[in-house]
Nanobody, 115 residues
Framework: QVQLVESGGGLVQTGGSLRLSCAASGNIFSINTMGWYRQAPGRQRELVAS???????KFADSVKGRFTISRDNAQNAVHLQMTSLKPEDTAVYYC?????????WGQGTQVTVSS
């Protein structure tokens, strides 16, 4: 059993910052790619950022230069630092971990950016 617990969402004004965290616990041997996705109302879930086990990162074009992703392998955690937030960043953000080829998802955390 693997459990993911997310934290750090909330309400922020345009231009503000938030830091999302996701920590995994349970039967974990190694984590390959760790990432964050988001889903806004009426839209498909999309990749926001990901980081591989060798620290290669990928970002959605809409967040490049504003968001950074990092991982803490000792804590089985991944963090998403979001700056210069815009109303269009409003969504439910989901943590995703690839553990030995299996996908695990967090419960989601709401990020709301007010204009």
């Amino acid at each position: 059993q693997v459990q993911l617990v997310e934290s750090g969402g909330g309400l922020v004004q345009t231009g503000g910052s938030l830091r999302l965290s996701c920590a995994a616990s349970g039967n974990i041997f190694s984590i390959n790619t760790m990432g964050w996705y988001r889903q806004a109302p009426g839209r498909q879930r999309e990749l926001v950022a990901s980081i591989t086990s060798n620290l290669r990162t990928k970002f959605a074009d809409s967040v490049k230069g504003r968001f950074t992703i990092s991982r803490d392998n000792a804590q089985n955690a991944v963090h998403l630092q979001m700056t210069s937030l815009k109303p269009e960043d409003t969504a439910v953000y989901y943590c995703n971990l690839d553990i030995r080829g299996l996908d695990y998802w967090g419960q989601g955390t709401q990020v709301t950016v007010s204009s």
